[in-house]
């Protein structure tokens, strides 16, 4: 249905004097169809914002519901310091018609940054119930932690059955939460193969979408130079993309130690924070540092951890001289860090 | 833009039909690549059912709102596509084709002026051609990505109709999305 149609057609290759007649010439429901590309293939919020007051005709087309349902993830990647009444109406407006990013995107921030947890909570279970893989399993962690609740209130079958269905998604994160939930028997009946399985098709599906980054962007230096993922195999990959959302959630908790005592998720990735104290769990070597799922304490393992963990009886004693030796923390890969299969 | 009005060839394995231009220019195209314009596919079939001896090659459908030019390069993108109706290439060659497509496509958006990309997206639209609305769409949105608001103002040829308080109320409000956005 045409709102608005001229009857003239446009002159042909207009020259700058009649430039102005070719944007009225065209109709709303093709100007609708040009925004919903522009905010489909947004790489940052300005891409999208920046239509919003180029005139009065953009301005009311530009919040069309279709054009903020298409909404890409990284136009609505509002950094943390920016955050206001107007961002946040933004993504509430692009909740409303539609856009399950932005449900994702707001139930994080309002659950985590604005300690709204029934809202946030039920923000990402509406983004969940329409298959989006991160909702699933960040509603997943939630359950395992009982978080904006007390420790009774984990549910780690609950926990388990949303994994699962991220993990179905292909989501890597919830497939290596799931296959150490079944290697242990956490919340799910112990099956160490099928766990071990899903850790390597996490492994796989996570180098399978670096190679298929770095075949489109040729510069290796891209994300920073190779870490540890997959080091033990001897492969130097670099850290998989993270999400808009952690990376607001890590830069709004800043350092991660507020007044409260209450720790972040020390994988850098992630930037959850605990909803209570002593929420999450903590290396079990060093005791230094602590995640909020097994998934995240095993990447952190692998990218960063493991270097530095060291148990804290061998560094009492180092710093004694020595004169103890030998006594105290796990080998090499085993204690806080969990080890994945092997790639075949 | 090169004209590639064809010359008309003796009856071959495909139909041709003629579509006539707003400046009365004849193009002969395959019934294929024609019928990727849902506009003229329509025409075609209504048609073909008022008078069954009419033909492709002896109806000539006009397109009052294409100019030569513009259709010129709508045919050429129309030709490049994968055909519907084409036998299943072997993985290679489809590799190859989409290769060239590629090439073709930017060698297309590299001397492209806004007022032409706009007449193309405007003809697109009229003539129904799915794949080519979507395409130039896209460059169209690629090209105006990550640019100030002056640039897409210029581009478009926009004329801004915020009084100065106005504009400036609304920067204040957006002021949380901007952050690196290139000038021209």
Same mark, same amino acid.
Do not use: M, Q
């Given at each position: 249905m045409r709102k608005k149609q001229k009857t003239t057609p446009p002159p042909p290759y207009s020259t700058n004097a009649e430039e102005s007649d070719l944007f009225d010439g065209l109709p709303d429901d093709l100007v609708v169809f040009i925004l919903c590309k522009v905010s489909s293939s947004a790489s940052s919020p300005s891409d999208l914002i920046s239509i919003l007051f180029t005139c009065k005709r953009l301005n009311r087309l530009g919040v069309h519901p279709l054009v903020l349902s298409k909404a890409s993830p990284k136009a609505l990647a509002i950094r943390a310091k920016n955050w206001s009444e107007s961002a946040h109406r933004f993504l509430r407006l692009c909740v409303n018609s539609g856009n399950i990013e932005a449900s994702y995107t707001l139930g994080m921030i309002r659950f985590y940054c604005l300690q709204n947890r029934g809202s946030g909570a039920s923000l990402m279970a509406k983004a969940a119930i !329409?298959? /989006?893989? $991160? =909702?699933?399993?960040?509603?997943?962690v939630i359950q395992f932690n009982g978080s904006g609740g007390s420790k009774n209130d984990k549910n780690l079958k609950a926990g388990v059955a949303l994994c699962a269905r991220a993990a179905y998604l292909g989501h890597v994160d919830a497939l290596r939460e799931l296959g150490h939930c079944l290697q242990d028997g956490y919340g799910v009946r112990q099956n160490v193969a099928e766990g071990r399985r899903l850790l390597v098709q996490a492994n796989t599906?996570?180098? =399978?979408?670096?190679?298929?980054?770095? +075949?489109?962007?040729? &510069? $290796? *230096?891209?994300? *920073?130079? *190779?870490?540890?993922?997959? +080091? &033990?195999? *001897?492969? &130097?990959?670099?850290? $998989?993309?993270? /999400?808009?959302?952690?990376?607001?959630? !890590?830069?709004w908790f800043g350092s991660g130690c507020d007044g409260s005592g209450l720790r972040m998720c020390s994988h850098v990735g992630c930037g959850r924070p605990e909803t209570r104290p002593h929420e999450f769990r903590r290396c079990s070597v060093c005791g230094a540092v602590n995640y909020c799922s097994r998934g995240c304490q =095993?990447?952190?393992? !692998?990218l960063r951890h493991k270097v530095e963990c060291m148990p804290m009886e061998r560094w009492l004693e180092e710093n004694n001289g020595g004169d103890n030796g030998g006594v105290g923390g796990g080998d090499g890969g085993g204690g806080g860090g969990e080890e994945e299969g092997e790639l075949n | 833009m090169s004209n590639t009005s064809e010359n008309p060839k003796p009856s071959s394995s495909s139909a041709k039909m003629t579509l006539k231009t707003s400046d009365n220019e004849l193009f002969e195209v395959e019934e294929a690549v024609a019928m990727k314009f849902c506009t003229v596919k329509q025409y075609f079939e209504d048609e073909k059912d008022s008078d069954v001896a009419a033909r492709g090659s002896t109806t000539v459908i006009p397109l009052p709102n294409v100019h030569s030019a513009v259709l010129a390069t709508l045919i050429s993108y129309g030709k490049k596509l994968p055909q519907s109706n084409a036998v299943a290439d072997n993985h290679e060659e489809e590799e190859t084709k989409k290769k060239e497509r590629k090439k073709y496509e930017q060698g297309l958006l590299k001397n492209l002026m806004p007022g032409e990309l706009l007449d193309l997206i405007s003809a697109a639209n009229y003539l129904d051609f799915k794949e080519g609305l979507e395409f130039f769409n896209q460059a169209l949105a690629d090209h105006i990505q990550?640019?100030?608001v002056e640039y897409v103002r210029k581009f478009f040829g926009i004329k801004n109709d915020y009084e100065p308080h106005e504009e400036e109320k609304y920067r204040e409000e957006y002021a949380w999305a901007f952050e690196g956005v290139d000038e021209d």
């Open positions: !329409k298959t /989006h893989a $991160p =909702a699933l399993y960040s509603l997943a599906r996570e180098l =399978a979408s670096v190679l298929r980054a770095r +075949s489109v962007s040729p &510069d $290796p *230096g891209l994300n *920073g130079s *190779g870490c540890g993922l997959l +080091s &033990d195999f *001897g492969c &130097d990959v670099t850290e $998989p993309e993270t /999400h808009p959302v952690n990376i607001f959630l !890590k830069e =095993a990447l952190d393992w !692998k | 990550n640019k100030s």
